[in-house]
T-cell receptor, first 118, second 110 residues
Framework: GAVVSQHPSRVICKSGTSVKIECRSL??????MFWYRQFPKQSLMLMAT?????????EQGVEKDKFLINHASLTLSTLTVTSAHPEDSSFYIC??????????????FGNGTRLTVT | DAKTTQPNSMESNEEEPVHLPCNHS???????IHWYRQLPSQGPEYVIH???SNVNNRMASLAIAEDRKSSTLILHRATLRDAAVYYC???????????FGTGTSLTVIP
């Protein structure tokens, strides 16, 4: 089956530093990737949608200058949390949609990145 | 936007069938019904999806009501590994986005 690799799985950083999370589709090309954030005992919250070669579309309330998303190729999207604060500590999850199959096929998810900001 | 309504939690005994309901009364005509599940500390996992007809795969079955306003995910024999939060999602009706609701937390009792 289709595989989405997310790296790192866990990261601890100091307040004020930046952290980059990578999301790769390993065996398919992904035109669209989604980034989610999940706090303990809550559901996934969509942060932004990224389309290869264009600017990401952010959900209301998500700061685009703080959560930088780059989708430079059909197999890689990155999320950079800039100037991280303890309240940014969360579980970040990416997902990828196979090229040309808008929601008629499954969405494939990475295994998430646990970010802890100290 | 088409919203989905699912019970917050359900319990099932191991090796018994489980029927997880989802109401989506405002579904659009071309919207696929997707089901995903999430085990603790993992990303969601695809379970099944369908449009109008009932669907079966190795993990589960999806029964879709004739009017498409509701669907039921069926796990034929629950195992302890099926304990997870199950989400029913209608992406097209929510602006081509995958928004997650609160889902149903399934507990499997040994």
């Amino acid at each position: 089956g289709a595989v989405v690799s997310q790296h790192p799985s866990r990261v601890i950083c100091k307040s004020g530093t930046s952290v980059k999370i990578e999301c790769r589709s390993l065996d398919f090309q992904a035109t669209t990737m989604f980034w989610y954030r999940q706090f303990p005992k809550q559901s996934l919250m969509l942060m932004a949608t990224s389309n290869e070669g264009s600017k990401a579309t952010y959900e209301q309330g998500v700061e685009k200058d703080k959560f930088l998303i780059n989708h430079a190729s059909l197999t890689l999207s990155t999320l950079t949390v800039t100037s991280a604060h303890p309240e940014d500590s969360s579980f970040y999850i990416c997902s990828a949609l196979r090229q040309g199959r808008l929601f008629t096929s499954p969405l494939h998810f990475g295994n998430g990145t646990r970010l802890t900001v100290t | 936007d088409a919203k989905t309504t699912q019970p917050n939690s359900m319990e099932s005994n191991e090796e018994e069938p489980v029927h997880l309901p989802c109401n989506h009364s405002t579904i659009s005509g071309t919207d696929y019904i997707h089901w995903y599940r999430q085990l603790p500390s993992q990303g969601p996992e695809y379970v099944i999806h369908g449009l109008t007809s009932n669907v079966n795969n190795r993990m589960a079955s999806l029964a879709i009501a004739e009017d498409r306003k509701s669907s039921t995910l069926i796990l034929h024999r629950a195992t302890l590994r099926d304990a997870a939060v199950y989400y029913c999602i209608l992406p097209l009706s929510t602006g081509n986005q995958f928004y997650f609701g609160t889902g149903t937390s399934l507990t499997v009792i040994p």
